[in-house]
């Protein structure tokens, strides 16, 4: 039939910089050729200064405003990643995550393909990694975007041709020759058909070691113009007989707040074309913190949540792995901040989903830090929604003359902008002054401050959650940036001392 035909589509909405809950998926998928570029999202990346419009159709290297999973489903073909040596076709690890992340709560994110991935089983490119961290690089343009993921992370570090591992999906029953009584049907156990056939992606101990480096690495890139951002990862599978198959929390070595680690692996209920059909647990961790931000602010722990379709979750960890130590010993780990978490259990140190009676849940959500007060996630996240929301503060006064009318006016935009968490009942205290406390004066700034036209502000507050207060430094930059002057160093190391 020939006539017209309309296609109504929604403009690329600008989110609040404020919120907490948008995620930046870096990675590997494919681009349906046949699909054109909705004209709302060629006109975002246009603004954003993709003046190419053929380079715009295949969005590489560019993120992609991603609001709904069919939106996400109809522009690239997670499906179609080749398999070495095979003619079926895997899932990739990408679109995997990006179906976890809205099927578990999330509202909105920002997908950046980096292009085809490489074949599964074979070795990827030493470049591939360098290509990740540059991209992690679009996360500083991304004014909304709180959370970043690079799904491939682990298979970018795995060991090939491990051998198989006791108990596979993918390995028959053997059914001894026996006589057995005339009539009973005795049949072995089915092999796995396809990609589940394969061993997932898993590490040895000197792999292990560089994903800690090359982790660390990526943190520091986005650390370099974003300390508000946190990287959520997957921790990598253990190869069979080494150090992390037997104490993981030993092998992540990684020791600061901007990291949050999952584990272990999720089976789904719905089959996927995976090795083993398994599963990181990045992209669910990702949904679940989305969902509680949204649900209950940035403040509260993602953790007690049901992950969506998982029917176990891979290795399984032991009772003792999810007991927890009695509280004066574990005040001792934590008081060493050059601890190697040997002996830490799974749950004080990964977000770690196991079972319950009611089923897979969540059952921690910490940071990767070693310092008490910035253990929890929850709080980590606050901070970083306080550091956005102060940096829409440094803009609007950016070009004012410093002095005490601007300190004064400083100090009034952040009472008001602390007092409004306060009242949602992100901070403790029966009173705002209880809750929170801002100076912006002399006593907080250098002569070399005040020569520079430096303006420091000094902020304290208590965060709900079982910690005392918490005290940063913010310094208003001249270009309108806020930067948090007492973070931890860029070269904090990843290794104990």
Request: aromatic share 8%; glycine share 6%; with cysteine.
């Amino acid at each position: 039939m020939y006539g017209l035909s309309f296609e109504s589509t929604r403009p690329v909405e600008r989110p609040h910089p404020a919120r907490a809950d948008i995620a930046l998926f870096v990675g590997w998928t494919t681009r349906r050729a046949s699909v054109a570029l909705p004209r709302a999202m060629s006109d975002w990346l246009n603004a954003r200064g993709f003046k190419d419009a053929a380079l715009r159709e295949t969005l590489l290297g560019m993120p992609a405003p991603i609001d709904t999973w069919d939106a996400f489903d109809s522009l690239f073909d997670w499906h179609a990643r080749a398999v070495q040596g095979r003619s079926e076709l895997a899932d990739d690890w990408l679109g995997l995550a990006v179906r976890d992340f809205f099927a578990n709560g999330g509202r909105k994110a920002y997908v950046l393909c980096l292009g085809l991935p490489w074949p599964l089983g074979s070795t990827p490119a030493v470049t591939l990694f360098d290509a990740l961290d540059v991209a992690m690089q679009q996360a500083w343009t991304l004014d909304d975007v709180s959370f970043v993921l690079a799904p491939d992370l682990p298979e970018l570090h795995a060991n090939l041709n491990q051998p198989p591992i006791p108990g596979d999906p993918g390995v028959a029953a053997v059914v001894p020759e026996v006589f057995v009584e005339c009539g009973t049907p005795t049949f072995a156990t089915p092999p796995t058909n396809g990609v589940r056939q394969l061993a997932a992606p898993r590490l040895s101990d000197a792999a292990f070691e560089l994903w800690n480096s090359n982790v660390l690495r990526l943190r520091n890139t986005l650390a370099r113009q974003r300390r508000d951002l946190m990287l959520l990862v997957a921790a990598p599978l253990a190869a069979r007989d080494t150090q992390a198959a037997r104490q993981l929390s030993a092998a992540i070595r990684l020791q600061t707040s901007m990291v949050e680690c999952a584990t272990p692996w999720l089976l789904p209920l719905r089959e996927v074309r995976t090795p083993e059909g398994l599963i990181p647990p990045d992209g669910a961790l990702a949904g679940l913190i989305a969902a509680s931000v949204l649900a209950n602010g940035p403040v509260r722990p993602a953790a007690g949540q049901a992950p969506m379709g998982v029917l176990a979750v891979h290795p399984q960890p032991s009772d003792q792995e999810l007991r927890s130590p009695p509280r004066g010993q574990f005040a001792g780990y934590l008081s060493n901040l050059d601890s190697r978490r040997s002996g830490w259990p799974l749950a004080e140190t990964f977000a770690l989903f196991g079972p319950t009676a009611n089923g897979i849940r969540l059952l921690s959500d910490p940071s990767l830090s070693a310092v008490r007060e910035w253990r929890s996630a929850g709080v980590v996240r606050l901070l970083g929604q306080l550091l956005r929301t102060a940096r829409m503060v440094g803009a609007t006064l950016v070009f004012e003359t410093s002095g005490e009318a601007l300190w004064a006016r400083v100090r009034s935009r952040f009472e008001d902008m602390l007092a409004s968490y306060w009242q949602a009942g992100a901070l403790r205290g029966s009173s705002a002054s209880e809750a929170f406390t801002v100076r912006c004066d002399r006593s907080v700034m250098t002569q070399s401050d005040l020569d520079a036209g430096r303006v420091i502000v000094l902020v304290q507050f208590a965060p709900q959650a079982a910690i005392e207060h918490i005290r940063i430094e913010l310094a208003l930059a001249e270009d309108g940036s806020v930067n948090w002057q007492d973070a931890e160093p860029l070269a904090h190391t990843a290794e104990a001392a």
